[in-house]
């Protein structure tokens, strides 16, 4: 176990539904990160949130929304979403240094949520 | 714009060798390069980080080279073992952000 949790880790949706997928870190850390990961290809960073503001979000489309309450939960809201989302969708966190700025810590990953858009 | 490229063949090799893996890099100057493995189904693992004033660092069987000139660095696994199978990503950044690589397979035949 990461400390790094995702609910849930399969989902299946059609196009005109609205789900959320979750994520969890026990690990004390106050930066968070969405990534989605297709088949061959790397993976993308999609958001990132520092101390619960975000700071990152890389040109991704509206019909993904993300939500960080604190500092350890962070949402990933879905709707009217394509079949070309499909993909598994990581969660990660690492530690912020000080100062503000995040450092290259190292980050730790959920197990993600496998989504299938019908 | 910035490219990563690690070999997409699977890297095929005999229990107890010493398994090498590459990651090279283009339009980019990362301060620091980290190493992850992911298996099936499951999130990356992180297993080492290098900066860019670094030319070697080690871990256990472990062993990373980064080399700012060639824009590449190299992975080894020395005596591999059947449980090192596993895809292996690398990962560049120069603050916050990672920009990883597809990964390489590598199969460790028993």
């Known amino acids: 176990e990461t400390g790094v949790t995702q609910t849930p880790r399969h989902l299946v949706m059609g196009m005109t539904n609205k789900k959320s997928l979750k994520c969890e870190q026990h690990?004390?850390?106050?930066?968070m990160y969405w990534y989605k990961q297709s088949a061959k290809k790397p993976l993308e960073l999609m958001f990132v949130?520092?101390?619960?503001?975000?700071?990152e979000n890389n040109s991704v489309p509206s019909r993904f929304s993300p939500e960080c309450p604190n500092s350890s939960h962070l949402f990933l809201h879905l709707h009217t979403l394509q079949p070309e989302d499909s993909a598994l969708y990581l969660c990660?966190?690492?530690?912020?240094?000080?100062?503000?700025?995040?450092?290259?810590?190292?980050?730790?990953f959920g197990p993600g949520t496998r989504l299938t858009v019908l | 714009s910035q490219k990563i490229e690690q070999n997409s063949e699977a890297l095929n090799i005999q229990e107890g060798k010493t398994a090498t893996l590459t990651c090279n890099y283009t339009n980019y100057s990362p301060a620091y390069l980290q190493w992850y493995r992911q298996d099936p189904g499951r999130g990356p693992v992180f297993l080492l980080l290098?900066?860019?004033?670094?030319k070697e660092k080690r871990k256990e069987r472990l062993k990373v080279t980064f080399d700012t000139t060639l824009k590449q660095s190299l992975f080894h696994i020395t005596a591999s073992q059947p449980a090192d199978s596993a895809t292996y990503l690398c990962a560049l950044g120069s603050s916050y952000k990672l920009i990883f690589g597809s990964g390489t397979r590598l199969l460790v035949r028993p």
């Open positions: 690990l004390g850390h106050n930066a």
């Open positions: 949130y520092s101390l619960e503001e975000r700071v």
């Open positions: 990660a966190s690492s530690e912020e240094s000080s100062g503000g700025a995040v450092s290259p810590r190292e980050q730790f």
């Open positions: 290098i900066r860019e004033n670094e």
